[in-house]
């Protein structure tokens, strides 16, 4: 149904009728670009720090798709980081988680997040298929959107990211400068 065609019709019934769909349509749309923007950087990150955020993310994902998911935090008492590491940390674990649900064909997932000695460390492992030898060398021309994107993201925090095939699976890590942790009296406590 395309909207300016509403008025071609003869009767004001079919008038209502197309109007009604229309807007149905615009609804929908409405709810799913909502869902995507909620999904992408969901509210819990700003209000309550990473940790929650990707508690929440981990448990919708195994609901919606059926991977079972464990998560490792390293120490206990993680650190809150800045806003922007904490966004791009949770944008490569979500889409590492992605690319495992797309294309590993994995049961499972794992995910640690750790810091120590002036680094956060995250990695992201299935039991897949695995990645062939040009995406884990990540060669020019074989790396899609998303890896590619999580690479940049690596860089922007003068990071790196590494994919290995571990037979089974894939592991994802990337490892950043823990300089931006957030001074002691900004953590929130959650």
Do not use: C
């Not at 690479?151 to 922007?156: G, I």
């Amino acid at each position: 149904m395309i909207v300016s065609q509403i008025p071609q019709h003869n009767s004001i019934d079919a008038k209502d009728q197309a109007a009604n769909e229309a807007g149905e349509i615009v609804t929908r749309a409405i709810k799913q670009v909502r869902s995507m923007s909620h999904l992408l950087h969901p509210p819990l990150l700003d209000e309550v720090g990473l940790l929650p955020a990707l508690r929440w993310y981990l448990e919708g994902l195994t609901k919606r798709s059926g991977i079972a998911t464990s998560f490792e935090v390293k120490p206990a008492d993680f650190p809150r980081l800045t806003g922007d590491l904490e966004t791009a940390i949770f944008r490569v674990i979500q889409e590492a988680l992605t690319n495992a649900f797309r294309h590993s064909g994995a049961s499972k997932t794992r995910v640690t997040l750790s810091q120590q000695e002036g680094q956060v460390m995250v990695t992201v492992g299935d039991d897949g298929k695995g990645v062939g030898p040009e995406i884990a060398e990540m060669r020019a021309g074989s790396l899609g959107v998303g890896l590619a994107g999580m690479r940049q993201r690596a860089k922007e925090f003068d990071g790196k990211l590494r994919l290995t095939n571990t037979n089974p699976g894939t592991l994802v890590e990337i490892v950043v400068s823990a300089k931006r942790l957030l001074p002691v009296e900004q953590h929130t406590t959650a």
